[in-house]
């Protein structure tokens, strides 16, 4: 983990006011308490992207909430999928090839 001012120099141009404006709209979650946040690799990755999408691309704060909550819903999806594939790999052979045959059936198995 680290701290605010080594977030501002992982992305050059990525201001306090920046931080504190995504903070307050929920789409960075540092740990810690004001003045003293924690930020996890995770939160340098999700700065980045938030930078990039304000600064370069020009995308304003409401259409940014909107793409940051459909980015963590794809996220989640990816890890529910994840779980499902190893829930179902730890099946019986029968039982796998019965989901494969109803995947085939179904148009899953494209």
Do not use: K, N, Y
């Not at 004001?34 to 691309?57: K, S």
């Not at 990816?78 to 790999?89: C, D, F, K, W």
Request: charged share 25%; aromatic share 2%.
């Amino acid at each position: 983990m680290i701290g605010l001012e080594e977030l501002l120099r992982a992305r050059g141009g990525l201001t306090v006011v920046h931080v504190e404006r995504w903070v307050a709209r929920g789409l960075l979650r540092p740990g810690g308490a004001p003045g003293a946040w924690r930020f996890e690799r995770i939160d340098v990755a999700r700065a980045c992207l938030l930078a990039e999408l304000t600064d370069d691309l020009a995308i304003d704060d409401d259409t940014l909430e909107a793409m940051v909550a459909l980015i963590d819903q794809i996220h989640t999806l990816r890890e529910q999928l994840g779980l499902l594939g190893r829930a179902i790999a730890e099946q019986p052979l029968a039982s796998r090839e019965a989901i494969a045959a109803a995947l085939e059936r179904l148009g899953g198995g494209r």
